[in-house]
């Protein structure tokens, strides 16, 4: 059974940074392309960000480019997610989400962690 656990959400003042992390279990992690994915009251989930099996490749949404930083460690089968800069407009439930491929739809979705940042 894939689980995925996120924490390190919370309130922050605008301007300040948070660190997102992400434990993966009962998927081969290593092998797995890994995104950061936020949904904010009101409106449709949008993707953040995401980074391939080895690291080698990320991407992110033009909204969070220069901001944010996507990483992991696959000896700890854990992806983060790094806010700086952070804006009301981020105030979101941030998810992982993973599969064996890049994809729009991953198939495997942790719970999700709040963010809010006030101004």
């Known amino acids: 059974q894939v689980q995925l656990v996120e924490s390190g959400g919370g309130l922050v003042h605008a301007g300040g940074s948070l660190r997102l992390s992400c434990v993966a279990s009962?998927?081969?992690?290593?092998?797995?392309?890994m995104n950061w994915f936020r949904q904010a009251p009101g409106k449709e989930r949008e993707f953040v960000a995401s980074?391939?099996?080895?690291?080698?490749?990320?991407y992110y949404s033009d909204s969070v480019k220069g901001r944010f930083t996507i990483s992991r460690d696959n000896a700890k089968n854990t992806v983060y997610l790094q806010m700086n800069s952070l804006k009301p407009e981020d105030t979101a439930v941030y998810y992982c989400?993973?599969?064996?491929?890049?994809?729009?739809?991953?198939?495997?979705w942790g719970q999700g962690t709040q963010v809010t940042v006030s101004s």
């Open positions: 989400a993973g599969d064996t491929t890049f994809t729009s739809s991953p198939r495997y």
């Open positions: 009962g998927l081969t992690f290593s092998s797995s392309a």
């Open positions: 980074i391939s099996w080895r690291g080698s490749n990320t």
